[in-house]
């Protein structure tokens, strides 16, 4: 079946420093839709980014992730870390959109200032 | 204001017991979906509907029931509760089941359930 990997569970970084959260998948379909969703303590888990394009970069609120089939990840970037990204953030496959999401394990983000 | 309203925002139940969630979504969206999210566990998907129509099941148990009355509706049925079940169940929609793009889900505020 799929599955998702984000390697790191717990990420600790100092206010303006840049964020890089890692994320892998498998899937035995060749067009997978790769999401970013961010959830903040005691809210509901929000969209932040998605693609399906192969080495295309996407961009939203500062943060940028680029999909690439050849190595099937699609990391999250951002070039300076704000006190206010500090939350969950969750990679998450859809193989052939049907809202049918798997996700990865979660990386929580501590941003300090 | 909240566009997927999930009732009620906590639960207590007692082992054996029965308990229906309720979501209830306002964004005119075709497709409505089940989350859930435990301690032990990521997000992970349960169900999902297309017009009032189930199209995927992934929870191996019974005891799980989604029910819609209405295409803005779909409630959760949780019989013979087992402390297993203690997480947070998410609703979610999205405009439709299949899309020519990617298909966004929108996530309610979800319903934190402890089973004791």
């Known amino acids: 079946g799929d599955s998702v990997t984000q390697t790191e569970g717990l990420v600790t970084l100092t206010e303006g420093l840049p964020v890089m959260l890692n994320c892998t998948y498998q899937t035995i379909y060749s067009n997978p839709f790769l999401f970013w969703y961010v959830q903040h303590l005691n809210e509901s888990p929000r969209l932040l980014l998605k693609s399906f394009t192969d080495n295309k970069r996407t961009e939203h609120q500062g943060f940028h992730a680029t999909l690439h089939k050849s190595s099937s990840s699609f990391h999250l970037q951002k070039s300076s870390a704000q006190l206010s990204d500090s939350a969950l953030y969750y990679c998450a496959l859809d193989n052939t959109n049907t809202g049918k999401l798997t996700f990865g394990d979660g990386t929580v983000l501590t941003v300090k200032p | 204001d909240p566009k997927i309203i999930q009732k009620p925002k906590y639960l207590v139940a007692v082992t054996g017991s029965e308990k229906i969630l309720i979501c209830e979504q306002y964004?005119?969206?075709?497709?409505m979906y089940w989350y859930r999210q435990s301690a032990k566990k990521p997000l992970e998907f349960m169900f999902s509907y297309s017009y009032q129509k189930l199209m995927d099941n992934q929870t191996a148990s019974s005891r799980f029931q989604p029910q819609s009355s209405k295409k803005n509706h779909l409630d959760l049925q949780i019989t013979a509760l087992k402390p297993d079940d203690s997480a947070t169940y998410f609703c979610?929609?999205?405009?439709?089941?299949?899309?020519?793009?990617?298909?966004?889900?929108?996530f309610g505020a979800g319903t934190r359930l402890s089973v004791l």
């Open positions: 979610a929609s999205s405009q439709d089941y299949r899309e020519g793009s990617q298909n966004t889900l929108y």
């Open positions: 964004l005119g969206h075709n497709a």
